[in-house]
């Protein structure tokens, strides 16, 4: 199902394709856990996200590699200005 991205491959370029996608929600409803999940495979007890945090997963699809930057944003309204500005560049969002 994918692998996490090493430093190498990320500095590498050894992708063929990029793609940002954005975790957006209310505070508390698992996005860093859906995240954390997705990458590693694997459950945690997590803290509250503080701002933004993003994780990379590098996956080959027909031959193709493909890199997704998960950014992974705060719920709480504090957080809510900071969030609208990581929106710029994004290819897919998951409420």
């Not at 929600?25 to 997705?38: R, T, Y």
């Not at 504090?78 to 500005?85: E, N």
């Amino acid at each position: 199902m994918g692998s996490s991205a090493t430093a190498t491959e990320i500095s590498n370029h050894s992708y063929d394709y990029s793609f940002k996608i954005l975790l957006v929600g209310d505070s508390g409803v698992g996005k860093s856990s859906i995240l954390v999940s997705f990458i590693s495979n694997t459950t945690e007890d997590l803290s509250p996200t503080i701002g933004v945090d993003f994780k990379i997963k590098m996956f080959t699809v027909g031959g193709k590699r493909l890199k997704l930057t998960i950014w992974d944003t705060a719920g709480q309204e504090r957080f809510r200005t900071v969030t609208s500005s990581y929106y710029r560049g994004v290819q897919g969002v998951i409420l």
